[in-house]
């Protein structure tokens, strides 16, 4: 097992893991960090872990020391100047129409790199726009390509259900979603009603799957012939959350709803599942 401190370089970032090196660290900590050979403040999310040598990289560089005042500040003014940063080079892919957008600019803590994050539909050939920008900001320019999801994360905004965005809020890294989740749960398969602002399936569809899967297993499956208090009859319809069953009853034209507890002792286990 090796001790090491998370740390993330966004609010709502993925953790990154580090040496201690024997000094102790406090949540939400300020700390300077090396990062590919550039220097980064980040914040700590975890200030102690065990993990195994094996979930963890071959190489773990340490914390070189927490962040100073002068540090925090200057980190504060890199903050700003890549805003304004942002906006120029907006104006650099507009005067060569390119079909790209930048979404956000970000300057290592000792300003020698500059790094642009930007979307588009396919590969760009950017040779010449990196040239412009750095012939303006007088430093190293990396341009860095990311999905509409990530997009997402990084500018926020409002969901579907009246909340901040989930990723950009609090989840630190997103989760595999499917439409399979969204069958489980019976919700509508209509794009426009699953989907985030980003255009991809809401994340949340994941939240409540695990307990979707398992009621599931248990419930009987839609058609399904079953024996209930009243007789035989097929299931017609599922509240998996709430566990109740509606049946069709032989001879009856509408469906009768009735709680798992009170169903299941009149069906055979070899029958649950038809």
Do not use: C, W
């Given at each position: 097992m090796v001790e090491v401190v998370g740390v993330r370089y966004k609010e709502t970032g993925h953790i990154y893991y580090f040496q201690s090196d024997n000094l102790t660290y406090d949540y939400n900590d300020k700390v300077v960090v090396e990062s590919q050979k550039n220097l980064h403040i980040a914040t700590v999310a975890i200030p102690k872990a065990e993990?195994?040598?094996?979930?963890?990289?071959?190489?773990?560089?340490?914390?070189?020391?927490?962040?100073?005042?002068?540090?925090?500040?200057?980190?504060?003014?890199?903050?700003?100047?890549?805003?304004?940063?942002?906006?120029?080079?907006?104006?650099?892919?507009?005067?060569?129409?390119?079909?790209?957008?930048?979404?956000?600019?970000?300057?290592?803590?000792?300003?020698?790199?500059?790094?642009?994050?930007?979307?588009?539909?396919?590969?760009?050939?950017?040779?010449?726009?990196?040239?412009?920008?750095?012939?303006?900001f007088r430093t190293r320019i990396e341009l860095q390509q990311i999905g509409v999801r990530d997009e997402a994360k990084l500018v926020g905004g409002i969901g579907p259900c009246g909340r901040p965005l989930c990723c950009a809020s609090f989840l630190g890294d997103f989760v595999p979603v499917s439409i399979k989740m969204a069958k489980n749960q019976s919700l509508s398969l209509n794009p426009t009603k699953i989907s985030g602002i980003c255009g991809r399936l809401m994340c949340c569809l994941q939240y409540e799957n695990e307990e979707y899967e398992l009621v599931k297993q248990t419930l009987p499956d839609l058609g399904t012939t079953v024996d209930t208090p009243d007789g035989k009859g097929k299931v017609v319809g599922l509240n998996l959350l709430s566990r109740l069953v509606n049946v069709r009853l032989t001879g009856r034209e509408n469906p009768v709803e009735y709680e798992w507890d009170e169903l299941k002792n009149f069906i055979q286990v070899g029958e649950i599942n038809g």
């Open positions: 993990l195994d040598s094996e979930k963890l990289p071959d190489q773990i560089s340490p914390i070189l020391h927490k962040a100073t005042e002068v540090e925090i500040e200057k980190s504060k003014k890199n903050r700003i100047d890549a805003k304004k940063a942002l906006i120029v080079a907006k104006e650099k892919v507009k005067k060569r129409q390119l079909e790209m957008k930048f979404v956000q600019a970000e300057y290592t803590l000792d300003r020698s790199k500059l790094i642009f994050s930007f979307t588009a539909d396919g590969r760009i050939d950017f040779r010449e726009l990196v040239k412009d920008l750095a012939a303006v």
